[in-house]
Nanobody, 126 residues
Framework: QVQLVESGGGLVQPGGSLRLSCAAS????????IGWFRQAPGKEREGVSC????????WYADSVKGRFTISRDNAKNTVYLQMNSLKPEDTAVYSC???????????????????WGQGTQVTVSS
């Protein structure tokens, strides 16, 4: 059974930082792709970042480039999202998603992913 568990969300002031973790079980991340997505109230889910487990190629949404960094630890089967310089508009439920096989790259398209975590709330507010 595949399970993705996110952690690390919380309340942070504007300009602050958080690190999200996505721990996977039942699926190895070595050959697949892992993505982070977010959904704010009243808005559609959007891709934030992704990483290819084998090649380490990454992708970032324009809105987070230069502020967020995705990384993976294949030995721990875990992917991280380091979020710096957080803004109120980053407030959302953040979810990770995975697909077992994905070539050399990754995708910010949610429909490319087969497995999803439950999500973790990130609130940026003073």
């Amino acid at each position: 059974q595949v399970q993705l568990v996110e952690s690390g969300g919380g309340l942070v002031q504007p300009g602050g930082s958080l690190r999200l973790s996505c721990a996977a079980s039942g699926v190895t991340l070595d050959n697949g792709a892992i993505g982070w997505f977010r959904q704010a109230p009243g808005k559609e889910r959007e891709g934030v970042s992704c990483i290819n487990g084998k090649t380490v190629n990454t992708w970032y949404a324009d809105s987070v480039k230069g502020r967020f960094t995705i990384s993976r630890d294949n030995a721990k089967n875990t992917v991280y999202l380091q979020m710096n310089s957080l803004k109120p508009e980053d407030t959302a439920v953040y979810s990770c998603a995975a697909v077992r096989w994905y070539g050399r790259y990754c995708s910010g398209d949610q429909y490319q992913y087969a497995y999803w975590g439950q999500g973790t709330q990130v609130t940026v507010s003073s």
